[in-house]
């Protein structure tokens, strides 16, 4: 008859406990060879090693096109000074937590030979009070200027001042920008938002079909833009620059090419500012107002004017505005309408911080779509590449 295996439970050992402790001390004492236990401590070395290289090897000193620290404005430094306290906080409790621990196992370790139970202190009223109090002290410590905090972000900026307010419409993938009042009213542009140095934002986000989240790290922290819905945002960036975003709300197949840019303009004179290792130059807020507000320029010369022509014939105006372009004035509003490309020529990027605004690049998103963003919303039309070739010169000269 085969043998039955037993449970391990009913194996005759005896439990560790039952062992003499005289005789697991003799034990312990012949095992702890010096040489046998540094090689016991190496792979857990090892590995807190590689860890330990592993997190500061993205480190660096210069502010990362999306870092969450080095923020810009007042009310991303309301969100750092968050993320600063919480941080110092858990590395104050996580050092006393380990100090204490530590000392309690050198202190309170059983000596050999010590079989009597440590003195129990269940039911102790003054410890309980001690670890009751501190946790209360430090959840008051979070969470009184956490509530100033979040009243601060919520507030609507002062009505005296300056304003410059923004619809932004998030879309599968990229986002719309309308101004409302002061002298960009009626601008209407896509993508890349453009706002003055030291001037208060009112951002007011909505969605056209799904949830998407507009985002730029360095300016301050999520806000969603959902469907029938419209959520403030307020801000008052302080350096010139240009900062990336990224849409942070899941929202389909293109969700990860749903980008943004942000442009924050001086408000005098124009100013020389880094983006991306290079010198860039930007206008003025007023100059850039001026500049989006006008009409597209005419077609000069018998190229641009085929990619005009051809524009209009491969029926793009019925999602695009190209506002001066006689027959390209009014995209009918849809779910698919595209971009305002009145001034496409003057972005950086096409397909919502995807592809750097070259000519090459604009005829290859035009005769593919698809190619570059998974189930954009524009229509892939039939052309020859040297079509394609004449809308985009035509489309990169609308600066
Ligand atoms: C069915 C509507 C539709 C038609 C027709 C259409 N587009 Fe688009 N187009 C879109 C949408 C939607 C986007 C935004 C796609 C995205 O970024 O996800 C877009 C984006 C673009 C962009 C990039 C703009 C930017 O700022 O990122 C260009 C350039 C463009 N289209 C050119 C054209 C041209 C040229 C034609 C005609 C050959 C055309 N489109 C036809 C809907 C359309
Ligand atoms: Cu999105």
Redesign the pocket.
């Known amino acids: 008859m085969a043998k039955v295996a037993q449970p391990r439970s009913q194996v005759a050992v005896p439990a560790r406990d039952a062992v003499a402790l005289p005789e697991r001390a003799a034990e312990h004492a012949s095992a702890s060879n010096c040489r046998a236990s540094s090689r016991r401590w190496l792979p857990t070395v090892g590995l807190l090693a590689w860890i330990a290289v592993a997190a500061v090897a993205g480190c660096s000193t210069e502010p990362a096109p999306r870092d969450t620290h080095n923020t810009i404005s007042d009310s991303g430094d309301i969100s750092s000074f968050f993320y600063e306290l919480l941080l110092w906080l858990d590395v104050v409790i996580g050092v006393a937590v380990v100090a204490v621990w530590a000392w309690a196992l050198v202190r309170f370790k059983r000596a050999a030979g010590d079989d009597t139970l440590p003195v129990q202190n269940h039911g102790d009223a003054k410890m309980e009070m001690i670890w009751t109090a501190i946790p209360t002290v430090i959840v008051i410590a979070i969470t009184v200027p956490m509530l100033v905090g979040v009243f601060r972000l919520a507030k609507r900026p002062d009505q005296n001042q300056q304003i410059i307010e923004i619809d932004v419409t998030g879309?599968?993938?990229?986002w719309e920008f309308q101004y409302k009042g002061g002298s960009a009213n009626g601008l209407h542009t896509?993508?890349?938002v453009h706002v003055q140095a030291n001037t208060a934002v009112v951002m007011n986000m909505t969605s056209s079909d799904v949830i998407h989240a507009w985002w730029v790290p360095r300016l301050t922290g999520k806000r969603d833009a959902t469907p029938g819905r419209s959520y403030p945002l307020y801000f008052t960036a302080r350096e010139p620059g240009i900062y990336d975003g990224q849409c942070a709300e899941l929202c389909g197949a293109?969700h990860a090419?749903?980008g943004t840019k942000l442009f924050v303009h001086p408000p005098a004179k124009e100013v020389e500012v880094e983006y991306a290792g290079k010198k860039v130059t930007l206008d003025s807020y007023e100059t850039w107002v001026k500049g989006q507000l006008a009409p597209a320029a005419a077609p000069t010369g018998p190229e641009l004017e085929r990619g005009a022509k051809?524009?209009k014939d491969?029926?793009?105006?019925?999602?695009?505005l190209v506002k001066g372009l006689e027959g390209a004035e009014s995209?009918s509003p849809?779910m698919?309408?595209?971009?305002?490309?009145t001034h496409?020529g003057s972005?950086m990027?096409?397909?919502?911080n995807?592809l750097p605004?070259t000519p090459d690049n604009?005829a290859k998103?035009?005769l593919d779509?698809q190619a570059i963003?998974p189930g954009?919303?524009?229509?892939k039309?039939a052309?020859s590449p040297d079509e394609?070739k004449a809308?985009?010169a035509f489309?990169t000269s609308l600066k």
Do not use: D, Y
Request: proline share 6%; charged share 10%; glycine share 4%.
């Open positions: 879309k599968q993938w990229w896509a993508n890349e293109s090419l749903m051809l524009f491969k029926t793009c105006p019925t999602c695009h995209a849809s698919t309408t595209g971009p305002n490309l496409v972005r990027t096409i397909g919502a995807t605004n604009v998103w035009i779509p963003k954009a919303k524009m229509t039309i052309m394609a809308i985009a489309l």
